[in-house]
C-alpha cells in the first residue's frame, strides 16, 4: 500500500523559501497523481496545486505563482517550492495522492480521488 512521508517543513522569516518533499514507499508514484493541501488553524483544508502522473501541473490560485510543484519519479518524490512566503502560508502542509482514469489531470481541489495522506509537516511564517 501506497505510504507517504513529508519532511522540509519549518519556521522561515517574511519572503523566505522552503521546499517540501513527499516521499512514497510501498507503490510507484508515477501512476498517481499528487497534490498539496495545507490547513491553517481554526480553517478548512485547502489545496494549492496538483501535478498529474505525466506531469501536468494544475493550481487553485490560492499560491499565485509563489509555490511551484514537480516530480522526480526516479526518486518516488513529489516537491512543493515555495518562495516569497507570507504569515498568511502558515499552515500544515499535506501531500496526498490520487488515481484518475486520465494522465494529464489532477484536481487541485481535492477530491475522493485523494486516497492517500501524508502526516503534515507544519510551516510557520513568522519573523
Known amino acids: 500500500q501506497l505510504q507517504l512521508v513529508e519532511s522540509g517543513g519549518g519556521v522561515v522569516q517574511p519572503g523566505g523559501s522552503l521546499r517540501l518533499s513527499c516521499a512514497a514507499s510501498?507503490?510507484?508514484?508515477?501512476?498517481?497523481?499528487i497534490g498539496w493541501f495545507r490547513q491553517a488553524t481554526g480553517k478548512e483544508r485547502e489545496g494549492t496545486l496538483c501535478?498529474?502522473?505525466?506531469?501536468?501541473?494544475f493550481s487553485t490560485g490560492s499560491v499565485k505563482e509563489r509555490f511551484t510543484i514537480s516530480r522526480d519519479n526516479a526518486k518516488n518524490t513529489v516537491y512543493l517550492q515555495m518562495n516569497s512566503l507570507k504569515p498568511a502560508d502558515t499552515a500544515v502542509y499535506y501531500c496526498?495522492?490520487?488515481?484518475?482514469?486520465?494522465?494529464?489531470?489532477?484536481?487541485?481541489?481535492?477530491?475522493?480521488?485523494?486516497?492517500?495522506w501524508g502526516q503534515g509537516p507544519q510551516v510557520t511564517v513568522s519573523s
Open positions: 496526498a495522492a490520487a488515481e484518475y482514469s486520465l494522465g494529464y489531470f489532477c484536481d487541485a481541489d481535492g477530491g475522493v480521488e485523494y486516497g492517500y
Open positions: 501535478i498529474s502522473s505525466d506531469g501536468t501541473t
Open positions: 510501498g507503490d510507484t508514484l508515477n501512476i498517481y497523481a
